[in-house]
């Protein structure tokens, strides 16, 4: 059982930030990047920083994934101290811009979502330029602010999500516009993200595990069969896309974009479920009591909303649909 006197935000953002630096620095120089024949390994490393910290895990993924776009877009890889961060969400409202000056280019304005902001020294962000959206390797410091207050959340409250003010920051583009999303391993890195919340579901789901040890109780032990039925079923399908991506890296056969929908949908519905077979099996007890199973529930609740839901899903029955066949 937890012992704190309270949440704290500011701590968990601490402790959050602790662990992901300690993580990066662990990184090996050969850390798998997706399509390289380890993409498994990949996603079991992301699985582990998920079940153990899920907020880590968010940052964790956000550093690796950025050193593949720079891998796939022709830049120089992540250098010995640097924390990287990919800042693509572009949601209603004020966004990012981007002009020339000079020879190089600058951007200004509000990026939104912006993970790891007062950890990280160099992010990938998405901003408009007058020719579309392009992406950009800046460096985080003079000219870019955290704005204070914009991340209320309890769940996934390290993170350390803001809005983030840009004003005048040089930055580099990294390939033609659009080149973020066009790429094959844009939808690689979605599936690295539903690995992260596999092993956020599997932390999740260890309260219940101790709830059932040498209990007889049925519906207790009912509600484990199912979660563990899911788990498995998650993690195949999780092993299978690393297979299938090693398979065909460039996506020659145009099947990486149903895939990515697939897996995300398919993990993201065995997380919510994991959730709620949790809750109903071990009641209010562990998530009024017991810290560590209050934080990566509410972290984990608020984690999945990232995938997008029946706008996902609706895409990928048009997929299935259009092929006519399932």
């Known amino acids: 059982m937890g012992t704190s006197p309270g949440f704290s935000a500011e701590e968990s953002r ?6 992901f630096a300690t993580r990066v620095s662990a990184l090996a120089d050969d850390f798998p990047l997706p399509g390289g024949g380890r993409t ?16 880590v895990a968010r940052l964790l993924e956000g550093h690796v994934d950025a050193a593949a776009i720079l891998a796939e877009l022709g830049g120089p890889p992540p250098r010995a101290g640097e924390r990287w961060a990919v800042w693509a969400a572009e949601p209603p409202g004020e966004g990012l811009t981007a002009e020339r000056s000079g020879a190089g280019w600058v951007l200004n304005g509000l990026k939104q979502y912006c993970s790891g902001a007062h950890i ?8 408009e330029a007058p020719d579309g959206r392009r992406l950009f390797r800046v460096g985080l410091g003079a000219g870019t602010r955290p ?12 993170s350390d999500t803001p809005d983030v003010r840009f004003d005048d920051v040089p930055a ?38 101790e709830s059932a040890v040498g209990r007889g109780e ?7 069969g199912a979660v563990d039925m899911r788990l498995h079923a998650a993690g195949a399908v999780l092993d299978q896309a690393a297979r299938d991506i090693d398979d065909d890296p460039l996506d020659a056969a145009g099947t990486a974009r149903q895939r990515g929908l697939r897996v995300r949908a398919f993990v993201e519905s065995v997380c919510a479920d994991v959730l709620t077979h949790v809750g109903r099996a071990t ?24 995938h997008h839901a029946e706008r996902d899903l609706a895409e990928l029955g048009g997929l299935v649909a259009g092929k006519g066949s399932l």
């Open 218 to 224: 049925p519906f207790t032990r009912a509600h484990l």
């Open 120 to 127: 990280c020294t160099h992010a990938l962000a998405t901003a």
């Open 283 to 306: 009641g209010a007890g562990p998530l009024c009591h017991d810290e560590r199973h209050a934080r990566a529930a509410a972290d984990l609740a608020v984690y999945i909303r990232q």
């Open 40 to 55: 498994g390994e990949r996603f079991a490393a992301l699985t582990s920083a998920g079940e153990q910290d899920v907020c």
């Open 147 to 158: 704005v204070p207050g914009t991340w209320q959340a309890l769940g996934m409250a390290g």
């Open 14 to 19: 601490r402790r959050t930030a602790e662990g």
């Open 172 to 209: 580099e583009p990294l390939g033609d516009v659009e080149s973020y999303v066009h790429r094959p391993g844009f939808q690689h890195g979605g599936i690295g993200v539903a690995a992260c919340w596999y092993g956020g579901a599997r932390a999740v789901a260890r309260t219940l595990l």
